[in-house]
Each structure stands twice: as C-alpha cells, then as structure tokens.
C-alpha cells in the first residue's frame, strides 16, 4: 500500500509540475523562445507570446518580448513590456534599465526619468543610471543639473567615457543665454 502510494504520489507530482501537460507550461515555452532566439526571433516571439497565454505574470517572458520588439524598433510595444516585467518585479535592474533605456530612445523622458532615478535608489555605485539622468536632464535643457549627473557617474566609475564626453562638451560650450544682471 505505501508503494502504492508513493506511485501515486510521484505521479501528482509530476503532473502539478506540468510534465504530462501536452500543451507545456508558461515555463516550457519560455524555454523554447530563449532557445529560438538567437537564430529565430519570429519564432522566439510565438513562444514567449505563448508562455504569456498560460502565465500572465511570466515576467521574463515580457522581458524577452520586450527585446525582440526593441531589436525591431518598436519602442512602443517594447516599453509596454518592460513596463508589464518591471511592474512583476520593480527591483529588478535588468527589466528597469531595459524601460529606462527603451523610453529614452521614445523620449518618454518622465518614464526614463523615473525608472533611472528607482534604479540608481537600489545601484547607488553604478554610474549608467546617473549617466542616462544626464542624458535627460541635457535633452530637457537643464545643463546645470546635467553635469550634477555626469560627475556623479564619473565619481562611481572614473572612466565611464560616455559620461566624461558629455561633460566636457558641456563645460565647454558657453551658456546659450545672458543673465539678465549682464545685459
């Protein structure tokens, strides 16, 4: 009897974990769009839709997604699954800077803004999320508050280059207006 029942139990157990499931689980097609996606990305796009069919909340899935519409320019659908990962799992920086920097190219600079800014909260020592705070802050005309940013990207990482080019071409062009105290 207890053979009998340790049968049946295994049996459970591997049908809760979904290997009999003859359409696979969220998991399984998520497996098979990472596997198609270097070589495949038509292919790779059908599996993670797929996965996100069974399972919603595949945050990896809409990740992967993501990349695939942010490899074909799509900024639009590619933000919108960064959103849907980053809202599954807002610590994540992986699925954060993926949306900073997809809403940055869409100049959705309130977005940008916003994810870069939760992402240096939790990475305070990485100097991209204070460089792409730059970029903004620069985009938005605010050059003060851009070379803040910069600095504050060099002081993590010295030769973080992008960040000392965007300095320098700012501490070298002259401010485009007069204050009023020299007209």
């Known amino acids: 009897m207890s053979r009998q029942f340790g049968f049946v139990l295994a049996l459970a157990s591997l049908f809760l974990v979904g290997c009999f499931s003859p359409t696979g689980t969220s998991n399984d097609f ?17 599996m993670f839709k797929e996965a996100l069919k069974q399972n919603p909340n595949n945050e990896y899935a809409h990740n992967q997604l993501g990349r695939i519409y942010f490899g074909r320019r799509d900024l639009d659908k590619a933000v919108e699954q960064f959103q849907a990962a980053a809202r599954l799992q807002p610590n994540n920086l992986i699925f954060l800077e993926n949306l900073g920097v997809a809403a940055y190219l869409k100049r959705d600079f309130d977005t940008a803004g ?12 990485s100097p991209s999320y204070p460089y792409y ?4 802050a620069e985009e938005e005309g605010h050059r003060d508050a ?26 070298a062009r002259p401010l ?7 007209k």
Request: charged share 30%; net charge positive.
């Open 114 to 125: 916003k994810v870069f800014v939760r992402a240096s909260e939790l990475s305070p020592e």
């Open 30 to 46: 998520y497996n098979r769009g990472v596997e198609a996606f270097p070589k495949d990305k038509n292919k790779a796009e059908k």
């Open 176 to 182: 485009t207006s007069t204050p009023s105290s020299q």
């Open 133 to 136: 705070l730059g970029r903004i």
């Open 146 to 171: 851009a070379i803040q940013y910069y600095q504050r990207a060099l002081k993590a990482d010295e030769f973080y280059t992008q960040a000392r080019v965007r300095l320098y071409h700012l501490e």
